[in-house]
């Protein structure tokens, strides 16, 4: 079983966009594979954009923190510090 790439960072918004930048040399290179379709490779970084369906249904926005991982060969995120439901 191989082991699993695990990583937390800030959501940041870019022209619009709830985006987050992963450094490649601090996994973002490991997470390539992942998140190929949705995900591209900028410089030194690796830039995926949140859909804002998806930042809906994670109650995440602009600042929070979220982790992302590749278990199963397969990108997740997951807010770091859950928002209540009302």
Known sequence: MEGVMSLEGPVLKI?????LIIPLSAGGDAL?????????VQGDFLKIVIPQWLAGMLRI???D??????ADGKFHI????PR???
Request: one cysteine or more.
């Open 15 to 19: 022209n619009g966009e709830l985006v």
């Open 32 to 40: 390539m594979e992942c998140s190929r379709a949705i995900s591209e």
């Open 61 to 63: 926005e602009e600042g």
């Open 65 to 70: 923190l979220v982790c992302v991982e590749d």
């Open 78 to 81: 997951t807010p770091a510090k």
């Open 84 to 86: 209540p439901v009302h």
